[in-house]
C-alpha cells in the first residue's frame, strides 16, 4: 500500500507562472487536506475537502485552489506564483470522523 | 479559535537523557490531542494520540498525558537515543466542525552520542 503520493518531490518556479501540486491516496479515505510548512510557523491549513466533490478553505487560502473530482485525488494549483509560496507543502488524508490524518512526503516549491 | 503553544527549540540532548517536550493547547470544548514526529527529508508521521482527558498516549518510549485542567499535552521519553533526532509537532483537532489539524511550531530535537 502505497498511502499518500504526492509530486513532484521538489520543484523551482519562477515568479507569475501556474503551477498544480498533484496528491494521490489509495485508502479510500474521506478528507483530505493541503497545509503549507513554514520555518517558525509550523504547519497552516491550506484548503481541505471532507469528501468527493466538495471542498473548503483553511487558514491560509489566498492564492490557491483545490478541485476533489473523486476520493483519490486532489490537487493545489497555484495559478500565479510569488515568492511568499516559497514552502513545504503537505498533503494529508483521513478516513472516518475522528481517524488519525495520515501525510504525504511533501513538495518542497521555491519561487523566484 | 484554537491555538497550541509549544516549547521553542532548538534542544540538545545526550544520549540517554531525560527528555521533556511541553505543549499547551487554547480549545473549545474537549479536543483530541496528537504528536506528530518528522524525520529529517520526510513527511510528518503519528507518533501518540489522547482523545479525551487522563488518557496517556505512548508509542516508542515516548508518552503524553492530556490533562484538562492545565490545557497540557506535554511529551516525555525516559531515555533518548540518537535516533530519536526529528522535529516534533504538537497539534490538536477540535471535535466541532471539520476535522482539520491546529500544529504547534514545532520542536527541533538533536540527540549527541
Known amino acids: 500500500i502505497a498511502g499518500i503520493t504526492q509530486a513532484p518531490t521538489s520543484q523551482i518556479l519562477a515568479a507569475g507562472r501556474r503551477m498544480t501540486l498533484r496528491c494521490t491516496q489509495d485508502m479510500r479515505h474521506n478528507a483530505m487536506y493541503w497545509y503549507r510548512q513554514d520555518l517558525g510557523l509550523g504547519l497552516r491549513l491550506i484548503h481541505y475537502s471532507n469528501t468527493a466533490g466538495t471542498t473548503g478553505k483553511g487558514e491560509v487560502p489566498d492564492g490557491y485552489s483545490v478541485s476533489r473530482a473523486n476520493t483519490d485525488d486532489f490537487p493545489l494549483t497555484l495559478a500565479s506564483a510569488v515568492p511568499s509560496q516559497t514552502s513545504v507543502y503537505f498533503c494529508?488524508?483521513?478516513?472516518?470522523?475522528?481517524?488519525?490524518?495520515?501525510f504525504g512526503p511533501g513538495t518542497r516549491l521555491t519561487v523566484l | 479559535g484554537d491555538s497550541v503553544t509549544q516549547m521553542e527549540g532548538p534542544v540538545t540532548l545526550s544520549e540517554e537523557a531525560f527528555l521533556t517536550i511541553n505543549c499547551t493547547y487554547t480549545?473549545?470544548?474537549?479536543?483530541?490531542l496528537f504528536w506528530y514526529v518528522q524525520y529529517p527529508g520526510e513527511g510528518l508521521q503519528l507518533l501518540l494520540k489522547?482523545?479525551?482527558?487522563?488518557d496517556k498516549g505512548s508509542n516508542k518510549g515516548f508518552e503524553a498525558t492530556y490533562r484538562k485542567e492545565t490545557t497540557s499535552f506535554h511529551l516525555e521519553k525516559g531515555s533518548v537515543q540518537v535516533s530519536d533526532s526529528a522535529v516534533y509537532f504538537c497539534a490538536l483537532r477540535s471535535n466541532f466542525g471539520n476535522e482539520k489539524l491546529t500544529f504547534g511550531t514545532g520542536t527541533r530535537l538533536t540527540i549527541i552520542p
Open positions: 480549545a473549545t470544548g474537549y479536543p483530541s
Open positions: 489522547a482523545t479525551k482527558a487522563d
Open positions: 494529508a488524508s483521513s478516513g472516518e470522523k475522528g481517524d488519525t490524518q495520515y
